[in-house]
């Protein structure tokens, strides 16, 4: 079992920045990535990004690519996701996800079997 807990949720302006920390304990030997997702009142679960635990190929969703960036501290277990310039259409509950299974796709959420609680991202405009 792997447990996540996520952190750095909040309230920002648009054109601002966070950054939401992911920290992984458990049997994170068996890790293979962990992503972002994330969900907005009354739409469905969305792909953000991801990384391989091993190597740190990291993909990110194409709304976010030139303002997102995802990272990793393998001695902390600990995934990041920095967001910048951020838009009100970004509000969302944020998720962590986690997988030990490997694969070339990173952005489907049905492959990842550990879920951290969600943290809330609002952007006001």
């Known amino acids: 079992q792997v447990q996540l807990v996520e952190s750095g949720g909040g309230l920002v302006q648009a054109g601002g920045s966070l950054t939401l920390s992911c920290a992984a304990s458990g049997r994170t030997s068996s890790l293979y990535a962990m992503g972002w997702f994330r969900q907005a009142p009354g739409k469905e679960r969305e792909f953000v990004a991801a990384i391989r635990w091993n190597n740190g190929n990291s993909v990110i969703t194409n709304s976010g690519k030139d303002r997102f960036t995802v990272s990793r501290d393998t001695a902390k277990n600990t995934v990041y996701l920095q967001m910048n310039s951020l838009k009100p259409e970004d509000t969302a509950v944020y998720y962590c996800?986690?997988?030990?299974?490997?694969?070339?796709?990173?952005?489907?959420?049905?492959?990842?079997?550990?879920w951290g609680q969600g943290t809330q991202v609002t952007v006001s405009s």
């Open positions: 996800a986690a997988r030990n299974t490997r694969g070339v796709v990173l952005s489907v959420y049905s492959t990842y079997n550990y």
